[in-house]
T-cell receptor, first 113, second 116 residues
Framework: KQEVTQIPAALSVPEGENLVLNCSFTDSAIYNLQWFRQDPGKGLTSLLLIQSSQREQTSGRLNASLDKSSGRSTLYIAASQPGDSATYLC????????????FGKGTKLTVNP | DGGITQSPKYLFRKEGQNVTLSCEQN?????MYWYRQDPGQGLRLIYYSQIVNDFQKGDIAEGYSVSREKKESFPLTVTSAQKNPTAFYLC???????????????FGSGTRLTVV
């Protein structure tokens, strides 16, 4: 059974700092990995989608990497801003079975002005 | 603009009452999903549907029911059998029902259900 772990559970940084969020998964047989952002009381907004054949994806100040063989992904946020404060969720879509998305519990990020 | 619409945003349920949460998408996606989110537990899959008139139980289906009569719609009913229904409910969809599953998920804005 696929399990997804995100470390740390919470992170507080000063504005302008570069930061890395970590995600690990137990079964490397995946189709893709998706990073989401969730603001309090809101739905999930997709940030980046990495296919299993890819090593990284970039969007603006965000860069996500994938090392499928070791079961790890990182989300790099450059020059953090207070508006980046949110919970970041990592999810993997496993091969076989229902091919459903399995989520980590998230990292709650606070960027202080 | 294409997207997923969940309604209502807030819902209150009395003890012993069934309530239905609406989820509509205009993305022409094949698959639709319902997740439940509780503090500290992450998202858990309730039901999913890969094609019209077909659906499967997820990890926590007990006390819930769904239907998929149209491609665009996947309503979730929270029955009186669900003993602890207070949670945030999220609906999602994806373009591919299976195969190589290359596409990501799109989520709605959620419905917060509270038992009163």
């Amino acid at each position: 059974k696929q399990e997804v772990t995100q470390i740390p559970a919470a992170l507080s940084v000063p504005e302008g700092e570069n930061l890395v969020l970590n995600c690990s998964f137990t079964d490397s047989a995946i189709y893709n990995l998706q990073w989401f952002r969730q603001d309090p009381g809101k739905g999930l907004t997709s940030l980046l989608l990495i296919q299993s054949s890819q090593r990284e994806q970039t969007s603006g100040r965000l860069n996500a990497s994938l090392d499928k063989s070791s079961g790890r992904s990182t989300l790099y946020i450059a020059a953090s801003q207070p508006g980046d404060s949110a919970t970041y969720l990592c999810a993997v879509r496993s091969q076989g079975g229902s091919e459903k998305l399995v989520f980590g519990k998230g990292t709650k990020l606070t960027v202080n002005p | 603009d294409g997207g997923i619409t969940q309604s209502p945003k807030y819902l209150f349920r009395k003890e012993g009452q069934n309530v239905t949460l609406s989820c509509e998408q205009n993305l022409n996606h094949d698959a639709m999903y319902w997740y439940r989110q509780d503090p500290g537990q992450g998202l858990r899959l309730i039901y999913y549907s890969q094609i019209v008139n077909d659906f499967q139980k997820g990890d926590i289906a007990e006390g819930y029911s769904v239907s998929r009569e149209k491609k665009e719609s996947f309503p979730l009913t929270v029955t009186s059998a669900q003993k602890n229904p207070t949670a945030f409910y999220l609906c999602a969809s994806s373009m591919e029902a299976g195969g190589r599953a290359r596409y990501g998920y799109t989520f709605g804005s959620g419905t917060r259900l509270t038992v009163v």
